[in-house]
């Protein structure tokens, strides 16, 4: 996917001048990726973003999705956060299909974790709270010596897909857990959004 390259790059780009990039949504979403990346202030006062942009439109995607966007955020003493979203056609056939091709984006952040820690766990039993099915690794940042950090994959009952990097402490978590937290975070912000008094988005047909 030609997206993930830009992905992967939004961390390159926090790692070397502290920005954030926030991805935007696609016109062709029925559900806007863009909806499942919350403000900064979801993940704490301290945590910042701006309005450094990259937008992934339906020709970078496969057919198993129809919208993906991506965020990155900076919080206190060099944490940092990435958060993919990827929503999933409706076509049943290519559910299957969408959570393979996320685990390769899965595996790409993955390569960023060094094995030090001797702790790596593929597909999980228990899902961080909002997520039917999930995937999670953790060890060191190779970029950040000294810095946990974790990768969770989670396949949403929304019909999204959401991916989280996290290197360093997320709501006094590290690791995988950090990462966990991360989606948790995300999903509550976006159930806040939808409760709220805040207007919902405009769902636009599939082409």
Do not use: H, N
Request: proline letters at 5%.
């Amino acid at each position: 996917m030609k997206w993930l390259a830009a992905v992967i790059g939004m961390i390159v780009v926090l790692d070397a001048t502290g920005a954030t990039v926030v991805g935007q949504d696609a016109p062709r979403s029925r559900l806007p990726a863009s909806q499942f990346l919350p403000d900064a202030t979801a993940f704490g006062e301290d945590w910042v973003d701006s309005e450094i942009s990259s937008t992934f439109t339906s020709y970078t995607l496969t057919d198993a999705f129809v919208d993906a966007a991506a965020a990155a955020y900076g919080g206190p003493a060099g944490t940092r956060i990435v958060l993919a979203a990827m929503v999933v056609t409706t076509e049943r056939v290519a559910t299957r299909t969408a959570w393979e091709e996320a685990t390769l984006v899965f595996e790409e952040f993955s390569y960023r974790l060094s094995s030090d820690t001797g702790y790596v766990e593929g597909t999980v039993s228990r899902p961080p709270a909002g997520c039917q099915e999930g995937k999670r690794v953790e060890g060191s940042d190779s970029s950040s010596p000294g810095f946990a950090a974790g990768v969770t994959l989670c396949a949403t009952d929304a019909d999204v897909i959401l991916l989280a990097f996290a290197s360093g402490e997320v709501d006094g978590l590290r690791g995988a857990a950090a990462s966990d937290r991360a989606i948790e975070l995300a999903l509550a912000a976006r159930a806040g959004a939808v409760d709220g008094d805040e207007p919902a988005a405009t769902p636009v047909p599939d082409a």
